[in-house]
């Protein structure tokens, strides 16, 4: 019998217009963004339907936009095919706390609160260092390790075969950029983003997470939940706390964590929130796995028509 995992979008996924079309169809929809405004005690998902992008894109509207859309999709998506029966979680950094709470680890409203924190702790992290980050593309992560070794940078992400992100002071990264091609790289560009996510600027924000955390009740997923910073599924709630602290300032291995599904049986694969990033990675990682996307409703339809 098939195994299906859903996947969960990370920051970088935010688009003006998510979910709004969620809530011009669905009651369910339009619940979750007026009990997330209430919650939260601001519009935001205004800012998620209209913008404007400098709003949109801020680290603390960011995380919380898109962990309350990807929580609409997989809520809606329950809803359509409600005898869907789910073998594990993973979200992309952001996308674990979605993830969690998916898998019964946290209740929803508690993971909308720490991510909304987490994203202000991390823009303060951001405004009291000049950090960025690169895509390097074509480089495997021995060569990427060397190059940010060098360089002084850290490597941020392992996204897919061919597909890493590197992160550190922004003064540092133009070196790591050359020091990449030369190398042999076939692209590396710096990214629009606020700050050195990943990497030990981000350092500050640990405290106030691990804080923030020993206030939010936390128990044993349904089913396992796969740890950014392992690549396996999360032991403890302690070790769920320390991960999830952990993270802010450590490689996401995200390739290594789909190869561990991969690794246990997994087929099938359902990428909840904004975009298809997700998706993508996966066709590097394994083509042959079946990938599903819900963004809207038209692909919340094509999905559950795909996997009743």
Known sequence: MSKTALLFAGQGAQEIG?????????PTAKRLFDGANTLLGYDLARICFYGPDNDLTKTEN???GIFLVSWVAYDLLKERVPTLTVDATAGLSLGEFTALCAAGGMLFEDGLRLVRQRGQFMQEACEQTKGGMAAVIGLDEPAAQEVCKQAGVEVANLNCPGQIVISGP???LGAAIELAKAKGAKKAIQLQVGGAYHSQLMASALPKLAAALDNVP??????????????????????IRQNLVRQLTSTVRWEASIRYLLGQGFTRFIELGPGTALSG???????SAQVFSVSNPETLETTAKAIC
């Open 218 to 239: 936390i128990v044993p997923p349904r089913v396992p939940v796969i740890s950014n910073v392992t690549s396996y599924p999360h032991g403890s709630t302690d070790d």
């Open 18 to 26: 998510m979910g709004k079309a969620f809530l011009e169809q669905s």
């Open 62 to 64: 960011a995380q919380p």
């Open 281 to 287: 990675f996966m066709k590097r990682i394994d083509k």
């Open 170 to 172: 922004v003064e540092k």
